[in-house]
């Protein structure tokens, strides 16, 4: 379609933007570098040795892993809003974090009610990112046994928030009878982070995000057929079961490894299709996915640039940043446009 | 396929059409014998709940039939294949589309799914069925609006055209006229007889319009309690079909002028 041509200047405009926030996110952090040393340190030739350090195998990582999960989620958001039909869907209504959370509840919190040196053994980065794509893995599942059983996309959506409902109880059942330290641990979970990834974790992450987005590449036409609503996606001959189960096992491996690996991380999924559809206005997703896969990265760049606070050695939680920065975002651009595109 | 004249797009062999639950079976309408050819204009009318929508649901295999036999193009309907059904017959429905996001050209343009690739690339062909499509209806000054920009009227002309760009023998539609003024009723339906002489396409639409469907339509079914009847409008009229379409005690068909008049 010669659409696509009336969007390359945005397209390109974007991809640059994203190069931009991407060498500003690795330039700013708690250690000032001049930007020649960034520059020397990427390539290996840096003068000093703790920069070269910092830069390569704590900032590149950091910056790769937010423009991951950055993309996934606003690409799991996207899928979720189309089959859904609803604004208000993010890559979280199937219950996948809650999953998720439950699995890292259970291994932390749970960890009492096994006795304490069990517990302490079990604690490693790695216990907490298989017990989350566990968690998630079991949602995930159940949501794909009852949608292959379910005619109506509707209660797919509605058994979504039924798990994450219960889930969310175990979990406080859980927290109920656990110590102020494991609750602590829970809670810095719960914010999220983008920076404790080593790049063999990186690399894992990559894999596994390769095949959602692959998924969601597939799904492209099914999702354009399902924007005139499933009746009448069938009669062009759509497999609606098909392209369903295509959508969630996207949805689910992406949303699933980033909740895994960074945590649940807010906002993102629900608000960067919305930002898309602002400035894109346009409802082919041969257009929109890649425009949201670019607007994620580039969001979540600037968020955790913001999260790092420069210069300070502090860092503030990603998922509180994604939401203050985001939300009033997302509000002035509803009012400004006073229409909401869907 | 045999080289008649008037070739057969659909029939039905005594066909039952209801609603099949575990327990028990609906039954709401049976011994249906239509012949639908081709390059015929249909029109579909009955009372309300008679089961007009539960026979364009068998017919569409939106739902399975109870018995009998169902050929389109001469093959039973329960052997085709989704995407062989998606060209071989189109559909125009009652309810609204999910997204009115998406402009005139691009809704068109989704008529075009069964035969594009795997990511919908439209080809050269492709677009030019889509802008054929878009002159017949009459719409090419909306190509560039939004759905959201559409009156009721104007949006039915572009569901009219994606199910032609589907570029299939036979188009079945669900009450077309609901929500359309007088005017636009007419030139709904008038437009389907275009259609039909310009395309020698099959078209298929349930109406409570009687009056305008008598005088454009080739062929008419008429769904009463007992029976379904097809035949063509005079043929109904001099049968006094019409007159066993509603109770009697507030309206009467008047054969005269093809209407139905109020009692005084």
């Not at chain 2, 919908?120 to 939004?146: F, W």
């Not at chain 2, 030139?187 to 310009?198: A, F, R």
Request: aromatic share 8%; proline share 3%; glycine share 8%.
């Amino acid at each position: 379609m010669s659409e696509t041509n009336t969007y390359k200047g945005s397209f390109i405009l974007l991809i640059l933007t994203l190069i931009v926030c991407f060498f500003a996110n690795i330039s700013l952090g708690s250690v000032s570098i001049p930007l020649k040393e960034i520059f020397n340190s990427l390539v290996g030739a840096s003068s000093n040795a703790s920069w070269q350090y910092i830069i390569v195998d704590y900032r590149l990582p950091k910056a790769v892993t937010a423009i991951l999960v950055g993309s996934g989620l606003g690409i799991s958001g996207l899928l979720m809003q189309t089959l859904f039909r609803n604004p208000l869907a993010g890559p979280f209504v199937l219950g996948i974090t809650s999953g998720a959370s439950l699995g890292v509840a259970l291994v932390i919190l749970g960890g009492g009610l096994f006795g304490g040196i069990f517990a302490s053994l079990l604690i490693s980065k790695w216990t907490i990112v298989i017990a989350a794509s566990l968690g998630s893995f079991l949602v995930l599942l159940a949501v794909l046994i009852v949608s292959s059983r379910v005619k109506d996309t509707m209660a797919i959506l509605i058994i979504g928030l039924m798990f994450g409902s219960i889930t969310s109880a175990v979990v406080s059942v859980l927290s109920y009878f656990s110590s102020a330290e494991q609750l602590q641990q829970y809670i810095f979970w719960g914010f999220g982070s983008l920076g404790n990834l080593s790049w063999n974790e990186v690399f894992i992450f990559f894999v596994i995000y390769c095949f959602g987005i692959l998924l969601s590449i597939l799904a492209i036409k099914g999702l354009n057929t399902l924007l005139l609503g499933e009746n009448y996606a069938k009669s062009l001959g759509l497999n609606i079961k098909r392209s369903r189960i295509i959508i969630i096992l996207a949805t689910s491996l992406l949303a699933g490894t980033i909740t895994a690996f960074a945590g649940p991380i807010a906002f993102i999924g629900l608000a960067v299709p919305h930002l898309t559809r602002q400035i894109f206005n346009t409802s082919n997703h041969k257009i929109l996915l890649p425009a949201v896969f670019l607007f994620g990265a580039i969001v979540m760049l600037i968020c955790d640039s913001i999260a790092q606070l420069p210069t300070s050695d502090y860092t503030l939680p990603i998922n509180a940043i994604t939401s203050l920065i985001g939300a009033p975002v997302v509000i002035w651009l509803l009012v400004r446009k006073r229409k909401m595109v869907f | 396929m045999s080289e008649t004249n008037q070739h057969i797009i659909l029939k039905t062999e005594n066909l039952s059409i209801g609603y099949k639950t575990k327990k028990e079976e609906t039954t709401i309408a049976t011994n249906i014998n239509l012949t639908l050819k081709k390059g015929e204009l249909i029109g579909l009318v009955g009372g309300n709940g008679i089961g007009k929508s539960t026979l364009l649901r068998t017919l569409t295999q939106v739902q399975p039939k109870l018995s009998g036999a169902l050929y389109l193009n001469e093959k039973p309907l329960e052997d085709y294949a989704n995407m062989d059904l998606a060209k071989a017959m189109s559909l125009v429905l009652t309810e609204a589309i999910a997204s009115k996001n998406l402009s005139v050209f691009e809704l068109v343009a989704l008529g075009r799914q069964p035969y594009t690739n795997w990511v919908g690339n439209l080809s050269e062909e492709d677009i030019s069925k889509v802008n054929h499509a878009i002159t017949q209806t009459n719409i090419e000054n909306l190509k560039h609006k939004k759905c959201f920009e559409l009156s009721d009227g104007q949006l039915q002309k572009v569901m009219i055209a994606r199910a032609l760009a589907q570029d299939t023998d036979l188009i079945i539609l669900d009450e077309p006229t609901t929500h359309l003024d007088m005017y636009h009723k007419a030139y709904i339906l008038k437009l389907l007889q275009k259609l039909v002489k310009e395309t020698g396409k099959t078209i298929l639409f349930s109406s409570h319009e009687i009056d305008l469907a008598i005088q454009l339509c080739d062929t008419m079914i008429v769904m009463t309690k007992t029976e379904v009847i097809s035949n063509t409008p005079c043929t109904l009229i001099e049968q006094g079909t019409f007159n066993t379409l509603f109770p009697e005690d507030l309206i009467a068909f008047d054969a005269n002028t093809g209407s139905f008049r109020v009692k005084k």
